[in-house]
T-cell receptor, first 108, second 112 residues
Framework: KNEVEQSPQNLTAQEGEFITINCSYS?????LHWLQQHPGGGIVSLFM???GKKKHGRLIATINIQEKHSSLHITASHPRDSAVYIC??????????FGTGTRLQVFP | ETGVTQTPRHLVMGMTNKKSLKCEQH?????MYWYKQSAKKPLELMFV???????ENNSVPSRFSPECPNSSHLFLHLHTLQPEDSALYLC???????????FGEGSWLTVV
């Protein structure tokens, strides 16, 4: 069993739909990262959060430390949101444990 | 544009070749990282440099040799690689270890 599990692995949506991607982890953490990886390979850091909720544009990330669970929501999804979304938790100062990612495709 | 630039973006090399991947960050960060992403596997940390000193070598084979000549540049020297080393190699940087990391676009490596 991976220490960081994401669901679903693959997700397709129509433009405009509300998207939820889930991340569960089994290690104790100080913060959790959400990353976005586009088909070309580059990765962008979306959020780093340790409690509650953060919002950036149409993206919202929430975390429940007690339940060891985080969600990434995308409101009014758009084809340009198509990417792989990865959650990661710190193992120590330097090492992040990554989930295997959720591949999202948004169709017009 | 994340401020972390990797070259080359694509590299094909034979098993007897010697090549290098280059990473440059323009963010003034003091920590730099090499990650490997193989097909259908999570990202794996390979090396960490903090203030130009290697602080982590995550059990990486010696055919991968990192070099950090200054806080802005990081290299990954490759020699006698195996086909299973084919992967996406991502460089990243952060201001201090454990803070938000910024990734480059990655270098797609194919070993033939």
């Amino acid at each position: 069993k991976n220490e960081v599990e994401q669901s679903p692995q693959n997700l397709t949506a129509q433009e405009g739909e509300f998207i939820t991607i889930n991340c569960s982890y089994s290690v104790g953490i100080s913060a959790l990262h959400w990353l976005q990886q586009h088909p070309g390979g580059g990765i962008v850091s979306l959020f780093m959060l340790s409690s509650g909720k953060k919002k950036h544009g149409r993206l919202i990330a929430t975390i429940n430390i007690q339940e060891k669970h985080s969600s990434l929501h995308i409101t009014a999804s758009h084809p340009r949101d198509s990417a792989v979304y990865i959650c990661a938790v710190p193992y120590n100062t330097d090492k992040l444990i990554f989930g295997t990612g959720t591949r999202l495709q948004v169709f017009p | 544009e994340t401020g972390v630039t990797q070259t080359p973006r694509h590299l094909v090399m034979g098993m007897t070749n010697k090549k290098s991947l280059k990473c440059e960050q323009h963010l003034g960060h003091n920590a730099m990282y090499w990650y490997k992403q193989s097909a259908k596997k999570p990202l794996e940390l390979m090396f960490v440099y903090s203030l130009e000193e290697r602080v982590e070598n995550n059990s990486v084979p010696s055919r991968f040799s990192p070099e950090c000549p200054n806080s802005s540049h990081l290299f990954l020297h490759l020699h006698t690689l195996q086909p299973e080393d084919s992967a996406l190699y991502l460089c990243a940087s952060s201001q201090d270890r454990g803070r938000t990391i910024y990734f480059g676009e990655g270098s797609w490596l194919t070993v033939v």
